[in-house]
């Protein structure tokens, strides 16, 4: 009772999705920190032994649903067998991917248990409250953060009076890290009879193509991103030239992808991918913060910036002043001539 | 029966173009420093009203708007592209609501257009990017859901079908109706005002935008009472207060900072070619490429 669950993913290939793994991850040290356990929930048809993918990232209880109905994903039988598993368990905190699905089923739980749920988190948290007008302290609450507001302010949410507390996380801001490979727990199966009705069917998939993804930036060692700064689509060439020559990708910021000088899958922040590579070479970015928030635990960032007070540059290890254009070919020149 | 598609479309601040002037001097939002627009994604969801009904046999688009006031103007927006009618629902005791609290007023606004056939929001509006209200109304309307439409692909007074867009592809579904759809971006752009709607609604109002007017407008809406713009209050919703604003919201925000960069010491070059080869050099010695 009152312990952590982690709503899991299941890939096509019957894999638990990396986001699920991410939030077990975090959800183990939360768990830790409140001394409460962590139970993951899996709806799925077929799936690659569970125990195994699973134990290893401290999962005290695996609550597992199987039916041929339950792959692909559809809002309302997943929904159901949650509503009705939170119903019974009564979890103290409930995390989400932010992904297709876990954006699609998180608020419509939420909104049937009538409790709070946050998007899009870059940070959990467990910490006190105080209520103001009452001074009722409110102990271990999840603080739930996030940047708000065009990414000017940081907001701290709390659901003080209501459970779960619901949160969905991207992929890759949270890091995924087996706790113990020794780890057991044990598995319990869901008789869904009980949990779903006739209803739950009323939509119906009759047509899916799902890729691979096909760009992986989130596992890119060295990033070159580009901004609204680089100017163009052809601008951009030199960043993918730049990029291959130094084994790198090649990610950029949402004023960027809405500008149309690239593909939407290489957007880098919160509403993106968070990357953490050993070197991020940032062009023509000024550094808000929902873009940092998806790149600044990068080990050396350098920033290439005509504009000598660009956010980007506080948290940049280098920073060259100039023009993208003038500098990139350089840096590939450069790199091309001392390189053996 | 007519085919009736209730659009869900938001006023938001616009966040896309936040300058350096909507701080203020001690770290507040400046809101008045941010226009405010018709929520792009809602835009999206406009348009495929409009191609559904221009579908169907007789079909009629009306539109809920939750917020201020000023939120009327959405409303003469939907109608200058081809919306029948909308609704704003404004009360002071809205204020403060979160994405639950929303969905609950939207959803009994909703009921009271009843019997519909379709819900369409926008996937997520741009001052939080939440994603929330429209499968939150779903659920509260007890309707299906399908997510992040891109296409309308077909339709019958019972069921719908949609090409929807997901992060790694596409799914086509079918669901019986009522239904709740939530349009992402990447459906076709809403198309602009038409001119003739434009004329016909350009004095279109609600009874509290009339207050401020120094024309009088009761003539006017005798003649063409399609020029008035209900309200909706709590009162006519028949909300229970306890689930409004914030009392009927569990998120609350415990703490807003301003952002502060912490301070690195950063290394300044010029493009100039030593500064570039020395850094490049510096870089492969250090073996963070090469
Ligand atoms: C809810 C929300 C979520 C968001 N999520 C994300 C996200 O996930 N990722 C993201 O990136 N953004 C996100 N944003 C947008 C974010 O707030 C910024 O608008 C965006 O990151 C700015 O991108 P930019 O730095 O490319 O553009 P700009 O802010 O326009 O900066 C361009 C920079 O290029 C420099 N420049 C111009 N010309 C040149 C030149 N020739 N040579 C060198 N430098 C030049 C300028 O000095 C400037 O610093 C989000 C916003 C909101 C409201
Ligand atoms: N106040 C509101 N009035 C009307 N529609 C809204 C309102 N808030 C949200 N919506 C709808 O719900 C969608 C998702 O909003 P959000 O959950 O805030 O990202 C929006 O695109 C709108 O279609």
């Not at chain 1, 709070?116 to 959990?124: N, P, R």
């Amino acid at each position: 009772m009152n312990n952590i669950f982690v709503y899991c993913e299941v890939t096509e290939e019957g894999l638990i999705a990396d986001v699920s793994l991410e939030l077990l991850s975090k959800g183990r040290k939360l768990a830790n920190e409140l001394n409460i356990k962590l139970e993951a929930i899996v709806i799925c048809d077929q799936i690659q032994n569970i125990e195994n993918q699973l134990y290893p990232f401290g999962v005290d209880v695996i609550h597992i649903a199987q039916d041929s109905r339950l792959f692909p994903y559809t809002t309302l039988p997943h929904s159901s067998i949650v509503v009705n598993l939170f119903k019974e368990e009564k979890p103290e905190i409930a995390l989400f991917g932010a992904t297709s699905i876990g954006r699609d089923l998180a608020p419509r739980v939420a909104s049937s248990l009538r409790c709070g749920l946050t998007a899009d988190c870059t940070s959990l948290e467990i910490g006190d409250h105080t209520e103001n007008k009452t001074q009722k302290l409110y102990k271990n609450l999840l603080y739930q953060i996030r940047p708000a507001f065009g990414g000017n302010i940081i907001a701290t949410i709390i659901n003080p009076d209501t459970r779960p507390q619901m949160a969905t996380v991207r992929e890759g801001v949270m890091k995924k890290e087996e706790f113990s490979t020794s780890y057991k727990g044990k598995l319990k199966k869901l008789s869904i009879e009980k949990y779903l009705k006739e209803d739950d069917f009323l939509v119906e998939i009759l047509e899916r193509h799902v890729e691979q993804q096909k760009i992986n930036i989130k596992g890119a060692q060295i990033i070159v991103a580009g901004g609204y700064g680089v100017g163009s689509k052809e601008n951009f060439q030199m960043l993918h030239q730049l990029a291959e020559a130094i084994g790198g990708e090649v990610g950029a910021t949402r004023a960027a992808v809405d500008a149309g000088m690239v593909e939407h899958s290489r957007q880098i922040g919160q509403t993106g991918v968070t990357v953490r590579p050993k070197l991020y070479i940032a062009c023509g970015i000024s550094g808000a913060v929902q873009h940092r928030a998806g790149m600044d635990q990068s080990s050396k960032i350098i920033s290439i910036n005509n504009d000598p007070k660009a956010p980007i540059n506080k948290i940049a290890d280098y920073t060259i002043i100039g023009n993208v254009g003038d500098i990139l070919p350089k840096m590939i020149k450069y790199y091309k001539e001392n390189s053996k | 029966m007519s085919f009736r598609i209730v659009v869900l479309a938001k006023q938001v601040p616009d966040t896309r173009n936040v300058g350096k002037d909507a701080m203020k001097a001690d770290g507040t939002v400046n809101r008045a420093a941010l226009p405010a627009i018709y929520n792009p994604e809602d835009l999206n969801a406009l348009e495929m009203a409009l191609e559904i009904k221009s579908k169907m046999k007789d079909a009629e688009i009306i539109v809920v708007t939750m917020g201020p006031p000023r939120a009327a103007e959405i409303i003469r927006e939907s109608v200058y592209r081809g919306a029948d009618k909308g609704y704003l629902i404004t009360d002071r005791k809205f204020a403060g609501s979160d994405t639950l609290a929303t969905s609950y007023a939207i959803s009994l606004a909703v009921k009271k257009l009843a019997p519909f056939h379709l819900v369409i929001s926008g996937r997520q509006a741009i001052d939080g990017d939440t994603a929330q209200v429209g499968p939150q109304a779903a659920e509260k309307l007890g309707i299906p859901q399908i997510t992040y439409a891109e296409e309308f692909i077909s339709a019958t007074e019972k069921d719908i079908t949609i090409k929807r867009r997901l992060e790694r592809g596409i799914e086509v579904v079918k669901s019986s109706l009522p239904a709740l759809i939530t349009v992402h971006s990447s459906a076709p752009e809403c198309r602009p005002r038409n001119a003739k709607l434009l004329m016909k609604f350009k004095h279109a109002r609600t009874v509290t935008e009339l207050q401020e007017e120094v024309r009088d407008y009761t003539e006017l809406f005798d003649k063409r009472p399609y020029l008035q713009i209900e309200e909706w209050t709590v009162a006519d919703l028949d909300a229970n207060v306890e689930f409004l604003g914030l009392s009927g919201s569990p998120t609350k925000v415990k703490k807003i900072e301003n952002v502060v960069l912490q301070q690195k010491e950063t290394i300044l070059l010029t493009e100039s070619d030593k500064d570039i080869e020395g850094l490049m050099k510096e870089l492969i010695d250090i073996h963070i490429i090469g």
